[in-house]
C-alpha cells in the first residue's frame, strides 16, 4: 500500500510520518548519558583539585584531556556501525601490533613497560586501546553467523581474548589484562553462550590458579599477600592499603570538607590524583559523598544497559553491553582495591581518576554506544 492510501485511511498520519527530526536528535548524542558524563566529570574535577595539592595545572591538563575525549565521543557518535564494523579486523591486527611494539620499544616506568611515546607530543598506553577493540572484534566475529554459539567459535574467540590479555600481562599489567578479558568474556555470556561452558571455564580457572601464581612476578605476589595480611609489612607494601583505610573510615559521615583531607594534604596517602583518588572523596566527602558518586555510576550503568536493550542490531547490543558491564567492574575494582577488598591492580576510577589514555578510551566507548542507540531501530541483524 503506498504511503497517500494509509494517508487517506488515517488523517493527519503525514505530519508525523514527515516530520523531521529536532537538532538534538540530529546530533545523535544522548542528553540522559551525556548529563550522568558530566555530573561524574565535574565531581571527579573538585576531588582532583584537592588530591593533587590544590594544583591549578592537573585540573587544567585534565580539562584539555576531557575535552579531547568529548569531541572523539561526538564524532563516533555520528558514525554508521554497519559501515563501521568493516574495518573491526583492521583495528584488531594493529592493536596487536601495537602490543608487540610496547613489548620491543616499549617506554618503562616503576618496573613496568606499558607506554609508547610519540617524540615531542606524548606518551600513551596502547593495552588501554585493546580495551575499546576487543569487545569490537568479538561483536564483529560472533555475528557472522547465526546464534547460539558452536563449540568451535567459542574456541576461536576464546583465542581473540587471550593472545591480546597474555601480551598485556606480559608487560606486565595484570589490572588491564582482566578488564581486557572481561570485556571479551562479556561478549560471550550475551551472544547466549551456554552455561556448562561458563562453569567449565570457572572450574578451569580455578584448577589454573597453583599454575599463574608460579607465574607471577615477585612484586605481583606480595601484593596479594599485602592483600590478606595489610598489617604484616606496614611501613613497606601494607602502607598504601592502610593508608587508605585510615582515610576512607576517617571521613564519618559528611567527611571532613573540601581541601580539609589530613591523609592526602599530609602526604600519607599515596597516588591521591590517580589510583587512590577515591580515598581523597571519601575522607573529605564522607559516606553521603561515596554514595553520590555511586548513584551517579548506577543511573549510567543503568541508563547504558536500556540502551542497549532496545538496540536491534545484535552487534551493536553485543557491543553496549559488553562496554556497559567493562564500566561497573572498572568501578568495582577501583573501590575493592582501594577498600582493601581486592588486591592493588592499578585500575584508575572512570572519569574521575587524573589521566588522558584511560579517559578517551571510556568517552569512546560512549560514543559507540550513543552511535549504536541512535540506529536502534534498524532492521538488519549486521
Known amino acids: 500500500m503506498e504511503y497517500r492510501e494509509y494517508q487517506h485511511i488515517l488523517p493527519g498520519a503525514g505530519r508525523h510520518l514527515n516530520k523531521k527530526p529536532s537538532w538534538w536528535q540530529r546530533t545523535r548524542i544522548d542528553f540522559m548519558l551525556l548529563l550522568l558524563i558530566f555530573l561524574i566529570m565535574s565531581s571527579g574535577l573538585v576531588v582532583l583539585y584537592s588530591g593533587s595539592g590544590a594544583s591549578f595545572t592537573a585540573v587544567e591538563k585534565q580539562l584539555l584531556r576531557y575535552g579531547l575525549a568529548m569531541g572523539l565521543m561526538i564524532f563516533l557518535a555520528q558514525i554508521d556501525l554497519r559501515k563501521f564494523s568493516r574495518w573491526v579486523p583492521i583495528f584488531y591486527l594493529l592493536g596487536l601490533l601495537l602490543l608487540v611494539a610496547v613489548l620491543v620499544l616499549g617506554y618503562g616506568a616503576k618496573g613496568a613497560q606499558r607506554w609508547l611515546m610519540i617524540p615531542g607530543i606524548t606518551r600513551f598506553q596502547p593495552s588501554e586501546l585493546m580495551k575499546l577493540v576487543l569487545p569490537l572484534m568479538l561483536a564483529w566475529y560472533l555475528c557472522r553467523q547465526p546464534l547460539p554459539l558452536s563449540y568451535q567459535r567459542i574456541l576461536v574467540a576464546l583465542l581473540l581474548i587471550i593472545v ?163 564500566f561497573f567492574v572498572y568501578i568495582v575494582v577501583n573501590i575493592g582495591m582501594v577498600s582493601g577488598l581486592l588486591p592493588v591492580v592499578g585500575v584508575p576510577l572512570p572519569l574521575v581518576s587524573y589521566g588522558g589514555t584511560s579517559a578517551i578510551t571510556l568517552l569512546a566507548s560512549l560514543g559507540l554506544i550513543m552511535a549504536a542507540y541512535a540506529d536502534r531501530r534498524t532492521k538488519v541483524e549486521y
Open 164 to 326: 591480546p590479555v597474555l601480551m598485556v600481562a606480559r608487560q606486565p599489567d595484570l589490572g588491564t589484562a582482566l578488564l581486557i578479558s572481561c570485556s571479551g568474556i562479556f561478549v560471550l555470556f550475551f551472544a547466549g553462550i551456554s552455561w556448562r561452558y561458563i562453569i567449565g571455564a570457572i572450574v578451569s580457572a580455578l584448577s589454573a590458579l597453583p599454575l599463574l601464581w608460579m607465574n607471577m612476578y615477585a612484586y605481583q605476589k606480595q601484593r596479594i599477600r599485602v592483600f590478606l595480611n595489610p598489617e604484616s609489612d606496614p611501613l613497606g607494601t601494607g602502607w598504601n592499603i592502610i593508608q587508605s583505610k585510615i582515610a576512607i573510615g576517617s571521613g564519618g559521615l559528611k567527611g571532613k570538607g573540601w581541601l580539609a583531607g589530613t591523609q592526602s594534604h599530609l602526604d600519607f596517602l599515596p597516588e591521591t590524583h590517580t589510583d587512590f583518588i577515591v580515598a581523597v572523596l571519601a575522607e573529605e566527602f564522607g559516606l553521603l559523598g561515596m554514595v553520590a558518586l555511586l548513584s551517579l555510576y548506577l543511573l549510567l550503568l543503568l541508563r547504558c544497559l536500556y540502551m542497549a536493550s532496545q538496540i536491534n542490531l545484535i552487534f551493536g547490543r553485543l557491543l553496549v553491553s559488553s562496554y556497559s558491564l567493562t
